[in-house]
């Protein structure tokens, strides 16, 4: 009978570690704040994505992708100076180091959609999958902001 309770207590020992293995890995470290997309200039069928995403983990964690049911083209890109132009550059991934933070913001880092398969409309929401390289899909919800709202809030000093 000793011998029973004790293998009891040695197996939910086991469950218990195994509980808290899982619920660490699900946890994963990534916080997104900040995000919006950008509504849908007429005419055109492109938007992009902005957000800051932190990394709580001791381990880098790196972006591979996103993608949304709203488009089939979303890639990472950045925003580069070259010949004294403003040019965009895309990027196979985008790291970011342990305990650290990327801010993806116009003139800089963002996400672009192209192909879009219906308008965005500022004050809907958009929900969008990010996709790591050495971690588990973060799915959020983002507002749709239009252009001219975002430069006034940007150009406030
Ligand atoms: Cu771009």
Known sequence: MKK????????????????????????????VKQAYIRATIPGTDIS????????????????????????????????????????????????IAANSKVVLQPMGYHLMIFDLTKPLKAGEQS?????????SDIKIVLPVESIKRKKTTEHHH
């Open 48 to 95: 992009s994505a902005y957000m800051t995403i932190i990394n709580d983990s001791s381990k880098p964690m790196i972006l591979v992708g996103a993608s949304g049911d709203f488009s089939k083209r979303i890639e990472i890109h950045q925003h580069i100076m070259a010949d004294g132009m403003m040019k965009m550059r895309q990027q196979e991934s985008l790291t």
């Open 127 to 135: 929900t969008l999958t990010l996709h790591f390289a050495n971690s």
């Open 4 to 31: 029973m309770i004790n293998i009891c207590i040695n197996s939910l020992l086991v469950m218990a570690f195994c509980f808290t293995l899982a619920n660490t890995a699900q946890a994963q470290n990534i916080l």
